[in-house]
T-cell receptor
């Protein structure tokens, strides 16, 4: 089955700086890679996703990059703000018959003033 | 409500007791997942329901864990003879379409503490 590793486990940045979270996956059949944000006391919420037919996707201050050859993908947050403080999870899944989304272990991002 | 609803939000129980956790998915969502989140850990897949198909139970950690989904809507996760290592937040999520790349909508979770 799929195995997703995520680094770092914790990340502290100053407001306005950029944050990068990296993930690797094991199953070369995986071709859908979402990122979820979990605020304290809440369930995770999808913030951006990327499919294997593109190498990069951007949505305002958030971008994801994908390197299928190396089997890694990254989340980039620019101009961080205090409300970006949360736990971020990457995930991977092959489309088709696979049923479960495999998540990474999470990155706790703290944006300090 | 418009979102995924889980109850109870908090449950404290004694070791050896049985617990039931309930999930009300978003109306019309055919896919329903249970995940477990232990303190400081990631999201561990437990079980997946899709329509009338047989559930994917491959993530259930032991035979003390079981889940049902009645009428294609509400789901109940049952943990029998709870152990301290069962303490975690149990998250339910639903998804609208059968294709497995759709967005998962999570509830706020049920925090289980086994004393």
């Amino acid at each position: 089955g799929e195995n997703v590793e995520q680094h770092p486990s914790t990340l502290s940045v100053q407001e306005g700086d950029s944050a990068v979270i990296k993930c690797t996956y094991s199953d070369s059949a995986s071709n859908y890679f979402p990122w979820y944000k979990q605020e304290l006391g809440k369930g995770p919420q999808l913030i951006i996703d990327i499919r294997s037919n593109v190498g990069e996707k951007k949505d305002q201050r958030i971008a994801v990059t994908l390197n299928k050859t190396a089997k890694h993908f990254s989340l980039h947050i620019t101009e961080t703000q205090p409300e970006d403080s949360a736990v971020y999870f990457c995930a991977a899944i092959p489309t088709g018959t696979a049923s479960k989304l495999t998540f990474g272990t999470g990155t706790r991002l703290q944006v300090t003033l | 409500g418009a979102g995924v609803s889980q109850s109870p939000s908090n449950k404290v129980t004694e070791k050896g007791k049985d617990v039931e956790l309930r999930c009300d998915p978003i109306s019309g969502h055919t896919a329903l997942y249970w995940y477990r989140q232990s303190l400081g850990q990631g999201l561990e897949f437990l079980i997946y329901f899709q329509g009338n198909s047989a559930p994917d139970k491959s993530g259930l950690p032991s035979d003390r864990f079981s889940a049902e989904r009645t009428g294609g809507s509400v789901s109940t996760l049952t943990i029998q003879r709870t152990q301290q290592e069962d303490s975690a937040v149990y998250l339910c999520a639903s998804r609208t379409e059968a294709v497995n790349t759709g967005e998962l909508f999570f509830g706020e979770g049920s925090r289980l503490t086994v004393l």
